[in-house]
C-alpha cells in the first residue's frame, strides 16, 4: 500500500477455543492472509466479552477461561478483502465479521547504518 491510502478493516470475533482443520482457527485464519498477501493482519485477546449468546467468557472464570474472545483485524485494499471474503464462509462457522472504511497512514522505519 503506499504511503497514505483508503482501506479496509475487517475485523473476526471468535472464540479462542475455535478449530479448523485440526489447527486453532485464529492461527489457520493468519496463514490464510498470509498466504494470501494481505497487507497486515493481527489477534487480539480479549480479557471478557459476550456474543449472541449473552454467555460471558472471562478470564475469571476458570471453566471459560480457556474460551476466551480473539478478535482478528486484517487491513488491505477493498480489491483485495473482497477477494478473501468468500474464503471465510467455509471455514468461519459461528461469529461476527465487521468491515469499515479506514484510512492507511504507513510509517516506515529509517535503517541505521
Do not use: C, W
Amino acid at each position: 500500500m503506499e504511503k497514505e491510502s483508503e482501506a479496509v478493516l475487517l475485523r473476526i470475533f471468535i472464540g479462542e477455543s475455535d478449530m479448523f482443520q485440526g489447527k486453532p482457527l485464529h492461527k489457520y485464519l493468519l496463514e490464510l492472509f498470509k498466504k494470501e498477501g494481505l497487507a497486515g493482519a493481527t489477534v487480539l485477546r480479549a480479557v471478557s466479552g459476550y456474543g449472541k449468546t449473552s454467555r460471558l467468557h472471562t478470564t475469571s472464570v476458570l471453566r471459560l477461561s480457556t474460551d476466551l474472545p480473539l478478535v482478528i483485524e486484517v487491513a488491505d485494499k477493498k480489491e483485495k478483502i473482497e477477494a478473501i471474503k468468500p474464503k471465510l464462509d467455509g471455514i468461519i462457522n459461528g461469529g461476527l465479521i465487521t468491515e469499515e472504511k479506514i484510512r492507511v497512514i504507513y510509517y516506515e522505519g529509517k535503517n541505521s547504518s
